[in-house]
């Protein structure tokens, strides 16, 4: 992101765009500088996951996100592809700030954003809707245990339980989603141990953990009319207090639901100059519950088309994914061209089909990719012209 | 030929300057006038209506609650809730406004949630406002964090970064600014700051002073309010943004009425000076104008051409009006809002707003005004024999007619104002039609009074002085002239006068209230606009005023703005000490009775607002209370002039039992025998600690203070018929200017009979100040009646409140003085040149 002026509240919206797989994009100068980042705890060394804690918020991060993303199907073997994300964003850490007396419900260090979008294949429409707020009186906020994280009436909750049972509920206009949804293994902690470095920057790395696949049930309302739905889902919950390097401009991320039943992650981090950044990373897990991490040289990405928008933002519509190791080579296809979310910043979070093969067998499945840092690189460093960018 | 007219026409008014830039100016001050008080106050209304629309430009719909404000948890509640069809959200913003002191200003402070105003209207004020550069940690973490308009903050010599104290309801606040806002849209008024903190500094944590919301166009916005009042308590009231917006300003509505009433009157007086000026230029050019009309032109190109030059002369006079106008409306706009602010709410007005409409009526209106005073003149030129020409004694005859026609229009315009004030009932509008009318007939009879006295003063002087006598007889004889002057000259005295007896018995019957409803010795009160919930006195600061030594009694007051099914309408909650029912004096309903209703929870209601709202004694109003809507039966209605929207008076108890609201605003203190409110209020200040800066003053003080806000409101007014005043001084001075050189050779004449030069200089001044005598003589009476409708129609109307006339001689002294200083002015000039001109000119002029 080009060095621009500070802007509120949309500077802070920028700040929050917090995509799966990845850190934010640094603001040189503004709130996410050195100066932002003290006092926050730092991802480094180890950390001792321990389920269902991990899955609550981690106060002392500047940053973290709860990440749903997945597939549904009605009974009239419609398909949908769905997104519903909560992100945390801290001012400042716990105890930083003495509440003054007589302190207003409103004071707040945490300001909350949430997005759901919902890919209606044979509809061929995109619909994102986002919500934002202060994590004040009970707008917005999340705790645990039991886990709950919502903005207004949009949430996620966990019930307790063996295995935990997860609830989804958002809405927009035209789209309800109500789901249930159970983790079909165990949490796969990426990068080491849970460690996911995004720079060479010390304590430039987070905490990183997926549900790479679960079960989900539950209710999509279109237009008012319910439809009993039911698919796989990936969660990925992630925690922080670093920025991008500013050599860094964003990142393309993929997540793959091979029906064989394994599943495979890979973030690209996008340098300055175009080139993969060295610290981009995935992990593969195989259909036993294999974990094997992948370093950035193992992972080889080809674009093969773009699709700009109407306002001419060009993103990669489409790749060729091989991982010669593991003799995977798989082709991803966007099911629908256009499923850019025009928020703060604009990213592009879509469902995406898989076709290729695993070991020389045929081998498909379903995927979400999500490419950040396309649009931003357009707008003017300065001026109004900037703000009707940022804002629009 | 009609090159030739055109030609004509030209020449003669270039080669008579001075007339044309008198009639020009006097033009001007009129058309200024009018669009000065349409600048003024168009400006203050979009300064208002941008001030509602910098915080949420985008809502449709307000919800707010009586005097405490909303439940907070209402506002969660509204977010989580399915609003819209669809469920599309319903964008809502908080909003905790309160008020502010920043040195000598007082500025609106508004607290906002940035995030939810941004999702209200993006673009607008709130969220560019934010992107002024405040650091978001700044905003959300930083103690005192504010941001400011570049303007105030410039004002204020504050640089982004600065620390400085805010008073805000009376206590002192450490501030930052954390960002300042540019762009010219924005207003100068506002401190905004998170809502956080404004509840903290406002001390109303827990609550909300208004929810904005916007709801989609059409069906769907139906549904969602729909969905929105079954969510919403009883005492909840939606109401529209923009008629909110509309009502609130519309309280003013009485104030700019009488303003556009008073600019009116400077172009009527303007009209008679063009009317003077037109059939001057007419006369002079009744010799060619008679060849013209031997040698074959029409009636109809004559017509043609006077009239036409009449069009110029408002066409040129109303582009120097308008500019007039616009300067005369800057320095008037600082006068108008100082108004608002004194009476109906704060607004900051930076900004000049000329609507577009106003320069086209400058233009329309200078227009029909020069041709309206022309067409008398352009009739009369045009239907005269050719031969005659309008012979100066033709026309001189003629005038006298019709100034004895006129005593007849005189009388029936009186007439007829006099019915129009009978039959109009409540119109504002009527009563200041009947109060032109009356100005008009006093008008018309001025020139026969004129003529009358001159004639009579003429055969008193007879044997004293000659020349004395040939003065007078020439003034009745000239009546064409003199007479339109004095006219002018009459109605802008006798609107002084009217002005003057008006605002002195105000201000007398003012005095009188305020000594009989202030039975309190001190008061005490929040500094903050009232009906805010700012205004609140800390239970413990009146817990310590109260056990001052020297306190004996004490009164409580909240004052509050509560919804009623009339709107809005300001509420003072009294818990009275016992025996001082008489602060109340009823103008309707039986004092015993009525304070007997009123301790049972019965409301006594001010006379503004029993006008207002048509209600009396034994009526009900329907009043928002904490539980909803309930009925209070009205038991009286009293004498009061501080709040011309009216106000509703409430037993503090039942105020209480009502609206759930515990707060105390005001403290009325009675003091023990002895103890003087000097030698208290020291004490009492003391008592009070640092903590609130209270207002603790003694009832004399208040009642300056009361008086010089009084003052303050009605300089507008003078300056407006300072205005007026000044147009027909203006036209008393080229009139008589104009008559005095036409006489050049009779005045010459008289030199070689032997008048010396004094006596010539003297003999007309003699005439001018006769003139301007005549004018006052027949303006005071006429001014009296002018005041007895500025009282009892015109205030009455406007704000329901009775005055009692009171009259006094320095009332008519301003009067006086300007018919003198007119009368001199006039003179100056003729009688320097009668005095130095060669004779053998003067007597070969005709």
């Known amino acids: 992101m080009p060095p621009q002026r500070r802007r509120f509240p949309l500077a802070v919206l920028a700040l929050l765009a917090l995509p799966a797989g990845a850190a934010p994009p640094v603001d040189p100068e503004g709130a996410l500088g050195r100066a932002a980042v003290a006092g926050f705890a730092r991802a480094e060394g180890t950390h001792a996951f321990a389920f269902p804690q991990d899955h609550g918020p981690h106060e002392p991060f500047r940053q973290e996100w709860w990440y749903f993303t997945g597939h549904l199907q009605a009974p009239g073997g419609e398909r949908f592809g769905f997104e519903v994300t909560f992100f945390r964003f801290a001012l400042a850490p716990p105890g930083s700030t003495p509440a003054p007396v007589g302190a207003s419900a409103w004071r707040t260090r945490e300001i909350y954003m949430a997005h759901f979008a919902v890919t209606d294949v044979a509809g061929r429409r995109f619909e994102f809707a986002q919500k934002l707020s202060r994590a004040a009186l009970d707008l917005a906020g999340a705790t645990a245990p039991p886990l709950r994280v919502w903005v207004d009436d949009w949430a996620l909750t966990a019930e307790a339980g063996e295995p935990l049972r997860w609830h989804v509920r958002a809405r927009q206009p035209r789209y309800a989603l109500q789901l249930d949804l159970e983790s079909q293994g165990a949490p796969v902690l990426n990068g080491t141990g849970g460690l996911s470095v995004k720079s060479a920057q010390a304590g430039a790395a987070s905490w990183y953990y997926s549900l790479p696949r679960l079960t989900a049930r539950g209710t999509l309302s279109r237009d008012g009319v319910p439809l009993e739905v039911a698919g796989t889902a990936w969660f990925d919950h992630e925690w922080g207090s670093s920025a991008l390097s500013t050599r860094q401009s964003g990142w393309d991320w993929f997540a793959f639901q091979l029906d064989d039943g394994s599943t495979f992650m890979f973030y690209a981090l996008r340098d300055r100059d175009g080139r993969r950044d060295p610290h981009s990373a995935g992990t593969f897990v195989d259909a036993a519950g294999a974990v094997r991490p992948l370093a950035t040289d193992e992972v080889e990405l080809q674009p093969t088309g773009s699709w700009t928008s109407a306002d001419g933002v060009r993103y990669p519509a489409g790749w060729q994914v091989r991982v010669p190791a593991l003799a995977l080579d798989l082709a991803a296809r966007p099911v629908l061209a256009d499923q850019e979310l025009r928020t703060r910043p604009r990213y592009w979070e879509g469902a995406v089909q898989v076709q290729g093969t695993r070991g020389g067998a045929p081998a498909g499945g379903r995927g979400y990719v999500e490419l950040v840092g396309y649009a931003q690189e357009r707008c003017p460093e300065a001026g109004t012209g900037a703000h009707r960018c940022v804002a629009r | ?846």
């Open chain 2, 1 to 846: 030929m009609r090159r030739t007219l055109r030609a004509a026409a030209l020449r003669h008014l270039w080669r008579h300057p001075a007339q044309l830039a008198l009639a020009l100016l006097g033009l001007s001050l009129g058309v200024g006038t009018i669009v000065a008080v349409d600048i003024a106050t168009a400006s203050a209304e979009r300064a208002f209506q941008l001030s509602l629309q910098a915080v949420n430009g985008a809502a449709t719909h307000q919800l707010s609650a009586g005097p405490g404000g909303l439940d907070e948890q209402l506002y969660v509640r509204l977010r989580r809730a399915p609003l819209a069809p669809g469920h599309a959200a319903v964008p809502l913003a908080p909003l905790v406004l309160g008020y502010a002191t920043l040195g000598e200003r007082t500025l609106e402070l508004i607290g906002i949630d940035p995030i939810a105003s941004a999702g209200m209207s993006a673009g607008t004020a709130a969220a560019d406002g934010l992107a002024g550069g405040a650091d978001p940690r700044d905003w959300f973490l930083r103690p005192g964090a504010v941001v400011l308009p570049a303007a105030a903050a410039a004002q204020l010599h504050l640089a982004r970064g600065a620390e400085f104290g805010l008073a805000i309801g009376g206590v002192r606040r450490s501030a930052y600014l954390a960002g300042i806002v540019d762009g010219a849209a924005w207003l100068d008024g506002v401190v905004l700051t998170d809502i956080a903190q404004a509840q903290e500094w406002l001390g109303a944590a827990g609550r909300l002073s208004r929810i904005d919301v916007r709801v989609p166009a059409g069906e769907a916005g139906r549904v969602a309010l729909a969905r929105l009042r079954a969510l919403l308590p009883p005492a909840v009231e939606v109401h529209e943004t923009r008629a909110q917006a509309r009502e609130t300003f519309a309280m003013t509505d009485a104030f700019t009425t009488n303003l556009k009433a008073m600019s009116l009157l400077a172009l009527l007086v303007g009209t008679f000076l063009i009317y003077g000026a037109v059939s001057f230029a007419v006369l002079q050019r009744r010799t060619i104008i008679g060849v013209l009309r031997a040698l074959g032109v029409t009636r109809a190109e004559v017509l043609r051409l006077v009239l036409g030059e009449a069009l110029l002369l408002g066409l040129v006079g109303a582009a120097c009006g308008g500019l007039l106008g616009l300067l005369i409306g800057r320095a008037l706009l600082g006068l108008v809002s100082q108004t608002i602010n004194d009476l109906y709410f704060v607004v900051a007005v930076s900004q000049v707003a000329v609507p577009a409409t106003t320069l086209l009526k400058a233009i329309a209106v200078g227009l029909v005004t020069a041709l309206a005073a022309a067409l008398v003149p352009a009739l009369e030129v045009s239907g005269a024999t050719p031969q005659l020409g309008l012979a100066r004694s033709v026309l001189e005859q003629r005038a006298q007619q019709v100034a004895r026609r006129f005593v007849v229009a005189g009388v029936l315009f009186a007439a007829l104002a006099a019915v129009l004030v009978g039959a109009s009932g409540h119109s504002l509008l009527a009563g200041f039609a009947a109060l032109f009318l009356l100005l008009l007939g006093v008008a018309a009879v001025t020139p026969a009074v004129l003529r009358v006295l001159a004639l009579a003063g003429a055969r008193v002087l007879a044997r004293a002085s000659a020349v004395g006598r040939l003065a007078l007889l020439d003034v009745a004889g000239s009546l064409s002239r003199t007479g339109v002057a004095v006219a002018a000259l009459g109605m802008a005295l006798t609107a002084m006068i009217g002005v003057a007896v008006m605002v002195a018995s105000f201000r007398e019957s003012l005095r009188e209230w305020l000594l009989q409803s202030m039975h309190a010795d001190v008061y005490v009160s929040a500094p903050a606009p009232s009906g805010n919930i700012a205004r609140r006195l800390d239970p413990e600061v009146v817990r310590r005023l109260l056990a001052t030594p020297g306190v004996r009694a004490h009164s409580e007051a909240r004052h509050a703005v509560v919804g009623s099914t009339r709107g809005p309408i300001a509420l003072n909650a009294l818990r009275l000490v016992p025996g001082s029912d008489g602060a109340f004096r009823l103008t309707e309903g039986e004092a015993g009775h009525a304070w007997a209703a009123f301790r049972e929870g019965s409301i006594l209601i001010s006379e503004p607002l029993g006008w207002r709202l048509g209600l009396h004694p034994g009526q009900s109003l329907t009043l928002l209370t904490g539980d909803g809507a309930r009925d209070f039966a009205i038991a009286g209605v009293y004498r009061e002039y501080g709040n011309d929207r009216g106000e509703i008076l409430m037993d503090l108890a039942a105020y209480r039992r009502h609206w759930h609201d515990a707060e105390i605003g005001g403290l009325g203190l009675y003091l023990s025998p002895g103890v003087s409110a000097g030698e208290i209020i020291p004490r009492l200040r003391a008592a009070a600690g640092t903590g609130q800066a209270l207002l603790i003053r003694s009832n004399a003080e208040i009642r300056a203070l009361s008086m010089s806000i009084f003052e303050r409101t009605f300089i507008i007014t003078r300056v407006l018929y300072w205005l007026a005043a000044g147009v027909a001084a203006i036209g008393l001075v080229s009139a008589l200017l104009a008559w005095e050189l036409e006489r050049a050779r009779q005045l010459a004449l008289l030199r070689t009979l032997g008048v010396t030069p004094g006596g010539t200089a003297l003999l007309i001044l003699a005439q001018t100040v006769f003139m301007g005598l005549v004018a006052l003589l027949a303006a005071v009476p006429a001014g009296i009646l002018t005041a007895l409708v500025l009282t009892q129609v015109i205030n009455r109307r406007a704000f329901g409140w009775q005055i009692d006339l009171h009259l006094s001689v320095p009332q008519f002294s301003n009067a006086l003085w300007l018919a003198l200083a007119a009368a001199v002015a006039a003179a100056l000039y003729p009688a320097w040149r009668s005095a130095h001109a060669p004779l053998a000119r003067g007597l070969r002029e005709e």
